[in-house]
Each structure stands twice: as structure tokens, then as C-alpha cells.
């Protein structure tokens, strides 16, 4: 049961990154990206249902940020473009034991190591 981030790392502002999460152990369900910024709380970034059809974003990132998975490699995606100094935060992957999408982080069961997001402004 194991959930691993990937694709971290410094970027300039305006630039692009794409986080990888990918899962091992067991079938997972709905899955999800949140983060960390220094001083903070864990907040909610994204989730997507397990057929895909459900996908929510953070108002502060949609428009931004696409979210997608890879049910036959068991990855989940996080296409983050057009990055502000204000996405800069630990990200962290996140499954669930259910086919439903959440926004909120107790609603998950497992979670990835987490992996740093740098932005430089």
C-alpha cells in the first residue's frame, strides 16, 4: 500500500511542472493532490473520481492546474502550468477506498511521501 510523488522541483514563475503519484499494493479508488506551504495548513488542490468523469479544483487553481490518472499504469497526474510564487508548497498525493472524489483531507486513506514545488517569482 504504498502511494509515491514525483516531478517536484524549482521552476520560475509563468513556468510549467507535472507531478506524478504512482500507486502500488492494492486497487486504488479516487485520488487526490494536496499541499503544504511552510506555516500551513494541508489544504486541497484537486481530486478525480475513479472513472475520471468527477474532477473538483481549488479555486485557486483551476484554469491552471489539470488533473488526470492513469488507471492501467495506476498514476495520477497533476499538470500545474502558469506557476505562482504562491503554489510553492510540499504536494502530497492521496487515495481513497471509494470511487467518489473529495475536497476534504480526512476523507482519504492513504498518502504519498510528498514531493517540494519551488516557485521563484
Known amino acids: 500500500v504504498q502511494l509515491q510523488a514525483s516531478g517536484g522541483g524549482l521552476v520560475q514563475a509563468g513556468g510549467s511542472l507535472r507531478l506524478s503519484c504512482a500507486a502500488s499494493?492494492?486497487?486504488?479508488?479516487?485520488m487526490g493532490w494536496f499541499r503544504q506551504a511552510p506555516g500551513k495548513e494541508r489544504e486541497f488542490v484537486s481530486s478525480?473520481?475513479?472513472?475520471?468523469?468527477?474532477?473538483y479544483y481549488a479555486d485557486s487553481v483551476k484554469g491552471r492546474f489539470t488533473i488526470s490518472r492513469d488507471n492501467v499504469k495506476n498514476t495520477l497526474y497533476l499538470q500545474m502550468n502558469s506557476l505562482k510564487a504562491e503554489d510553492t508548497a510540499v504536494y502530497y498525493c492521496?487515495?481513497?477506498?471509494?470511487?467518489?472524489?473529495?475536497?476534504?483531507?480526512?476523507?482519504?486513506?492513504?498518502w504519498g511521501q510528498g514531493t517540494q514545488v519551488t516557485v521563484s517569482s
Open positions: 499494493g492494492r486497487t486504488y479508488y479516487a
Open positions: 492521496a487515495a481513497r477506498s471509494s470511487a467518489v472524489a473529495l475536497t476534504v483531507r480526512g476523507g482519504y486513506d492513504y
Open positions: 478525480i473520481s475513479l472513472g475520471g468523469t468527477t474532477i
